[in-house]
């Protein structure tokens, strides 16, 4: 695949995060442009989600560092309430889908 017919620049901007993400990384095992540019371009594609860890990994490989940036440890630390929020307040729908007689009960009609 040459990179003149690729069409992936053109089509992104219309295309959610979720779309976009594996475009990028199907760019990457085709090698059509610089591993640096398309770990940048999943940065910045990901870098406002809740994605922290991934996130914190890509931008440690685009400034070539090891240590862990202590922006992140904030962001993950609130993400993760945020997670431990949503699950308290979806515990009890959670709790009616789980229970194996409304399972049972659904599945007859």
């Not at 860890?53 to 202590?70: G, R, S």
Request: negative net charge; hydrophobic residues 40%.
């Amino acid at each position: 695949m040459d990179r003149q017919y690729d069409l992936t620049p053109r089509m992104m901007p219309y295309l959610d995060r979720h779309l976009v993400f594996p475009l990028l990384q199907f760019l990457s095992l085709k090698e059509l442009y610089a591993e640096e540019d398309l770990l940048q371009a999943k940065y910045d594609l990901l870098s406002k989600t809740s994605m922290v860890d991934y996130t914190k990994e890509l931008y440690k490989q685009i400034h070539h560092i090891e240590t862990d940036p202590e922006e992140f440890s904030e962001r993950r630390e609130n993400v993760l309430a945020a997670l431990e929020k949503m699950q308290a307040e979806a515990a009890k729908v959670t709790e009616v889908i789980e229970n194996p007689d409304v399972i049972n009960a659904l599945r007859q009609d």
